[in-house]
Each structure stands twice: as structure tokens, then as C-alpha cells.
Nanobody, 126 residues
Framework: QVQLVESGGGLVRPGDSLTISCVRSGRTSQSDTTAWFRQAPGKEREFVAGIFRNYGRTYYDDSVKGRFTISRDNAKNTLYLQMTNLKPDDTAVYYC???????????????????WGQGTQVTVSS
């Protein structure tokens, strides 16, 4: 089994920065694909950013490209999402996800991931 625990969410103002974290434990591997998704009220869960296996290749949704940075510390088994220039549209519950079997074409698809955290709320409001 795999456990994921997110932290670091909160209430920030537009233009602020925030970093959220996800600690992985259990049967994890450095070759797992890891990703961040988010879900706003009344909307479907959407892809934000991902790291494909241990190749170091990162992928972003166009809405966050240039503002968000995904990274992973394998020694700490922790995934990060650094968010800058936050906007009210970024308000959502942010979830981390991981899976060992994903192929490249599945990185952006939520249903491809078997393991999810409980989520952390990020609210951007003045």
C-alpha cells in the first residue's frame, strides 16, 4: 500500500506565493510517476503538474505554466508544488497522486492514478 499526506495549504492573497508538500510512504519507488491535481467546487478534478517516473521530465497545465513548479526530493520521499503569482482561479483542493504503472500518455489523466492523498485547501482571495 501507498500513503500520501499533503500539507501547506492556506489562505493567501492574489499575487502571493505558496508551497505545498506531499509526503509519500509505504510501497513507493523513485521510478513512480507523481503529480498534482486540483478540484474546485462544482468542477471536475484537473491536472496541474506531474513528474514522469524518474526521468526528471515535468509537465504542466497551460493555466499554471510559468507560475508553478513541481519538484521531488527522493531522499525525503516528498513531492512539492511551488506556486507563485497566485490567482483567485487557483482556489481549489490540491491533491497529490502517484502510480508506478503510468505511461507517458496517461500523466495528465486522473483516473490513471491508483493512490491519492486527502487533499489540502488553497484559497486565493483578497
Amino acid at each position: 500500500q501507498v500513503q500520501l499526506v499533503e500539507s501547506g495549504g492556506g489562505l493567501v492573497r492574489p499575487g502571493d506565493s505558496l508551497t505545498i508538500s506531499c509526503v509519500r510512504s509505504g510501497r513507493t519507488s523513485q521510478s513512480d510517476t507523481t503529480a498534482w491535481f486540483r478540484q474546485a467546487p462544482g468542477k471536475e478534478r484537473e491536472f496541474v503538474a506531474g513528474i514522469f517516473r524518474n526521468y526528471g521530465r515535468t509537465y504542466y497545465d497551460d493555466s499554471v505554466k510559468g507560475r508553478f513548479t513541481i519538484s521531488r526530493d527522493n531522499a525525503k520521499n516528498t513531492l512539492y508544488l511551488q506556486m507563485t503569482n497566485l490567482k483567485p482561479d487557483d482556489t481549489a483542493v490540491y491533491y497529490c497522486a502517484t502510480d508506478s504503472r503510468i505511461i507517458l500518455s496517461q500523466v495528465r489523466i486522473a483516473s490513471s492514478y491508483d493512490y491519492w492523498g486527502q487533499g489540502t485547501q488553497v484559497t486565493v482571495s483578497s
